[in-house]
């Protein structure tokens, strides 16, 4: 009987402890910037203590990734602070920084593709909107943050896949990690399969996911860009593909989605 007191005990003082540690950490914050773009920054728990440094990711859609009444639909954005305090509160994931971005508005299509659709008349920004992340936004983050300016990521779902995944094949000297999230293949016939299909150089860590529900094209066209990137060398080590059956194409389920992603592109150290 004693041993058993003494058993519990011990086991309900390891989980008082860790509850008191969850207690103890405190919640990440966020600043905003509004110059080039309007810019969301996520500063992880522990950031105002110390001096340490922290990896960047850059993600696309800013207005639907942290707070509600700022979401294209209200109330659908995707938690994504309180997601990365969960897991870099327990440890599934590093510390980072995240800067938001947010859309340009009626711009949008015209940032976040690589070539333009003759039939659309529309696209064909992504180089520019390239050069204003590069030349102006990441070095603005990187003068006034503790960051790792060697190690920056950049994601986003939709088209924010789309330019993504294109900004990792141009730019892979920058971008080190991509989060390419239900990406929009399907413009302007696929050409970002051609893209991959010439990509020479260093692999950015990768991130590739589509869900069960967002249509049979968009599904054989996720696959298709899975093999491709296959094919270019990337291997289960940089490259991880999940199919989310329920997953449809929406906030919501990107948000269900997003702890993983982190928890893969910023394994804990």
Partial sequence: MREMRDTLRATFGRVLGLENRRRAQRPGRLEHIDEARKLTIYLPPGYERGDARYPVL?????????????AFIPGQHWRLGETADNAISERTAQPMIIVGIDHGGDARIEDYTPTRDPSRNAGGG???????????????IDSRYRTIPSETGVGGSSLGGLVTLYLGIKHPDVF???AVMSPSVWWHNRAILQEVDRFEGPRPRMWLDVG???GRDTLRDARTLRDRLRAKGWTTGDLAYA???RGDHSERT??????????FLYPPV
């Fill in 126 to 140: 992504a180089d520019q909107y390239a050069r204003l992340l590069i030349e102006e936004i990441k070095p603005l």
């Fill in 243 to 245: 199919e989310d059956a």
């Fill in 254 to 263: 990107w948000a269900r989605r997003v702890r993983k992603v982190l928890e």
């Fill in 212 to 214: 069960g529900r967002e």
């Fill in 176 to 178: 080190s990690k991509l």
């Fill in 58 to 70: 850059y993600m696309q859609d800013g207005q639907n990734l942290f707070e509600p009444e700022r």
